[in-house]
């Protein structure tokens, strides 16, 4: 079946610190790739996207690379900021009889200090 | 992209009762989609709501527990039927837009179980 796989959190880092989460996945044919944002007492918001091999999702200062040989899609950001401090989730959509619905990594909450 | 009203956003409940939710979209989608987030863990989908059709449920969730409605277009209802305290989560509505391959989500229902 698919499935999502997240680092391990929480994470903790400094204003202006380097960021990256990673996450790999499993599934059968060409899935699409997604980073949501939960920020704390909100709904989920897209963070950026990618739905081919070696596209790159971007926005907010944010990027992820979709790597169909290591079946990788890590968020990496060059400087954090205290307001980046939520929870991350990677998710896929895998298309064919799962068209229109998300598989969901564990999720990584990310705490960043002025 | 669309825009999700979800309601009630919070709702304490006695065990055994029944709490409706509702999920209005502000244009008119083909697939709705009802997901769980349980205290700390991550999504996962309960349901597929498709107008003009049964719903049709995940592995682990079956129709007397969570029954849905979709009346229309931009409408949906998850009631969730004698509540336990396992019950208590945040639940979510998604839709999917084709136009832009996207999904949105609406800010969740906070239910606590007492």
């Known amino acids: 079946g698919n499935s999502v796989t997240q680092m391990e959190g929480p994470v903790t880092l400094s204003e202006e610190a380097f960021l990256t989460i990673n996450c790999t996945y499993t599934?059968?044919?060409?899935?699409?790739l997604f980073w949501y944002v939960q920020y704390p007492g909100e709904g989920l918001q897209l963070l950026l996207k990618?739905?081919?091999?070696?596209d790159k999702g971007s926005n907010k200062g944010f990027e992820a690379t979709y790597r169909k040989e290591t079946t990788s899609f890590h968020l990496e950001k060059g400087s954090v900021q205290v307001s980046d401090s939520a929870v991350y989730f990677c998710?896929?959509?895998?298309?064919?009889?799962?068209?229109?619905?998300?598989?969901f990594g564990q999720g990584t909450i990310l705490t960043v200090h002025p | 992209s669309a825009v999700i009203s979800q309601k009630p956003s919070r709702d304490i409940c006695q065990r055994g009762t029944s709490l409706t939710i509702q999920c209005q979209v502000d244009?008119?989608?083909?697939?709705m989609f009802w997901y769980r987030q349980q205290p700390g863990q991550s999504l996962t989908l309960i349901a597929t709501?498709?107008?003009?059709?049964?719903?049709?449920?995940e592995s682990g969730f079956v129709i007397d527990k969570f029954p849905i409605s979709r009346p229309n277009l931009t409408f949906s209802t998850l009631t969730v039927s004698n509540m336990s305290p396992e019950d208590s989560s945040i639940y979510l509505c998604?839709?999917?837009?084709?136009?832009?391959?996207?999904?949105?989500f609406g800010s969740g229902t906070r239910l606590t179980v007492v």
């Open positions: 998604s839709v999917f837009l084709q136009t832009n391959y996207g999904y949105t």
């Open positions: 599934a059968t044919g060409y899935p699409s």
């Open positions: 990618a739905t081919k091999a070696d």
């Open positions: 998710a896929l959509n895998a298309g064919g009889t799962s068209y229109g619905k998300l598989t």
């Open positions: 244009s008119q989608v083909t697939m």
């Open positions: 709501a498709n107008q003009g059709s049964e719903a049709t449920y």
